[in-house]
């Protein structure tokens, strides 16, 4: 078993940054691919970035391309989100999540354990 948990989270205003840690433990992920997923209040669960087990390959949302890099650290056990240029439609519930696969995915069915979550709030 896989837990994750997130953290980073927190209120910011428009144009700033937030770096969003997942850390993992149960067992290592450095096989796995790992994902950023997010929840907006009344929204279905989007994706947002997801980067494969070496970290060298990447994939991005479109709307958050070119201002979210996700990295990861297999040392760690830890992946990261770094956003910038934050836009209050970046607010929402950011989860983390585990493919057994190595690599990426966009849908969220693909990946098997999933983190609880943190809130990101971006004022205009």
């Known amino acids: 078993q896989v837990q994750l948990v997130e953290s980073g989270g927190g209120l910011v205003q428009a144009g700033g940054s937030l770096r969003l840690s997942c850390a993992a433990s149960?067992?290592?992920?450095?096989?796995?691919?790992m994902g950023w997923f997010r929840q907006a209040p009344g929204k279905e669960r989007e994706f947002v970035a997801t980067?494969?087990?070496?970290?060298?390959?990447?994939d991005y949302a479109d709307s958050v391309k070119g201002r979210f890099t996700v990295s990861r650290d297999n040392a760690k056990n830890t992946v990261y989100l770094l956003m910038n240029s934050l836009k209050p439609e970046d607010t929402g519930v950011y989860y983390c999540?585990?493919?057994?696969?190595?690599?990426?995915?966009?849908?969220?069915?693909?990946?098997?354990?999933w983190g609880q979550g943190t809130q990101v709030t971006v004022s205009s």
């Open positions: 980067i494969s087990w070496s970290g060298g390959g990447t």
């Open positions: 149960g067992r290592a992920v450095s096989n796995y691919a």
């Open positions: 999540a585990a493919r057994s696969s190595g690599y990426g995915s966009r849908r969220a069915d693909d990946y098997a354990y």
